[in-house]
C-alpha cells in the first residue's frame, strides 16, 4: 500500500435503472444494484428501489446480512418476531442487522404508496450469525454537511467533518446529496472502497474524468489501485439529488438464495433447517 497518495477517483461503468411494474401491491421495482453481482459489488449484494401497498413484504426470515432502507415517500410499518416495532416514515432510514436471524414485516400503513430504498450488505464470514439488531436513523436527527450549495445528509461513515453515529459491521459510507446547480462537492473515501453514485433527480458531472450521470443512471466508481486514500468529485449542473453509497469489500465466497446470504450451500441448507425448525423464533 502507498501511504500517502491520494487518488480522485474515476467513473468505471454506468447503467440506467428501470422501474418496472412488478405483482400486485408491489406496483414498481427498479434494480439499482441488480443481484447476482457479488465480486463487482462487493461488500453490496443488491440495492432495489420499491413503490409498494400493503401487503408486499409480508413476514419472511433474513440471515447473514444487513438490510438498509430509505424511505422517501409514504409510511411504512415495520415489525418484527422478537418484539421489534416501529414506524418509518419519509426521510428515515432502518440500518437493520439480520445477523443469525430473525423474520419481519416491512408494511406501507393502509392506504400509503411508499416509495423507497432497500439495500443489502454483506456481513462477513465471522459475524453472520451475530445478534440481530436494529438502528432507526430519524430523519430529524440526521447528521448534515452544508456547505458552497450542497447539502449532504450521512446515514452513515464520514462527509467532510459530519459524522454519522451509525455502527456498522463492514464500514459503509452511504450519503444522500441534494447540490444546487453550479455546485461542486467533493466525497472522501478510504481508497479500499467499492461504491457508486445513483443519480435521482438532476444532472451532475461525476467523477475525475467528468462523467456525466443523468436521472436515474448508476455511476460505478473505478477503483483506486494501491491508493489508501481516494476522494469523488461531483459538479451539479443541474439542481442534484443523489445518493453516494460506498464500502470496504469483505472478497469471501459468497452463496445466495432467497432472503439468506452465507459462505457456503451447506450454510444456507442450515438456514432453512433452522428456520423450518422454529430457531428463528415464532410470528
Ligand atoms: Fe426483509
Do not use: C
Request: negative net charge.
Amino acid at each position: 500500500m502507498n501511504e500517502q497518495r491520494k487518488v480522485s477517483r474515476e467513473v468505471s461503468r454506468v447503467w440506467e435503472v428501470e422501474a418496472r411494474p412488478a405483482n400486485g401491491p408491489h406496483l414498481r421495482v427498479g434494480q439499482v444494484l441488480p443481484p447476482g453481482n457479488w465480486t463487482e459489488f462487493d461488500p453490496f449484494l443488491m440495492m432495489a428501489e420499491d413503490w409498494f401497498q400493503q401487503g408486499t413484504f409480508d413476514f419472511h426470515p433474513h440471515r447473514g446480512i444487513e438490510t438498509v432502507t430509505y424511505v422517501l415517500e409514504g409510511k411504512l410499518k415495520h415489525e418484527d418476531n422478537h418484539g421489534g416495532m416501529g414506524i418509518l416514515g419519509p426521510g428515515d432510514v432502518q440500518w437493520m442487522t439480520a445477523g443469525r436471524g430473525l423474520i419481519h414485516s416491512e408494511d406501507p400503513l393502509p392506504g400509503e404508496t411508499v416509495h423507497s430504498f432497500q439495500l443489502w450488505v454483506n456481513l462477513p464470514a465471522g459475524e453472520k450469525m451475530t445478534e440481530p439488531r436494529y438502528q432507526d436513523l430519524q430523519s430529524a436527527d440526521m447528521p448534515i454537511r452544508e456547505e458552497n450549495g450542497a447539502r449532504i445528509r450521512v446515514f452513515s461513515g464520514t462527509s467532510g467533518g459530519v459524522s454519522a453515529a451509525t455502527r456498522n459491521v463492514v464500514p459503509v459510507t452511504f450519503i444522500e446529496i441534494e447540490m444546487d446547480a453550479g455546485a461542486t462537492v467533493t466525497q472522501q473515501l478510504p481508497g479500499s472502497y467499492n461504491g457508486f453514485v445513483y443519480v435521482m433527480e438532476g444532472k451532475a458531472r461525476i467523477g475525475a474524468d467528468e462523467t456525466e450521470g443523468n436521472a436515474r443512471h448508476v455511476l460505478w466508481l473505478a477503483a483506486s489501485g494501491d491508493a489508501s486514500d481516494s476522494e469523488v468529485t461531483i459538479r451539479a449542473d443541474e439542481p442534484l439529488r443523489a445518493l453516494l453509497v460506498a464500502g470496504q469489500p469483505l472478497r469471501e465466497p459468497v452463496v445466495a438464495y432467497g432472503p439468506f446470504v452465507m459462505n457456503t450451500k451447506e450454510q444456507i441448507l442450515q438456514a432453512y433447517e433452522d428456520y423450518q425448525s422454529g430457531k428463528f423464533g415464532k410470528v
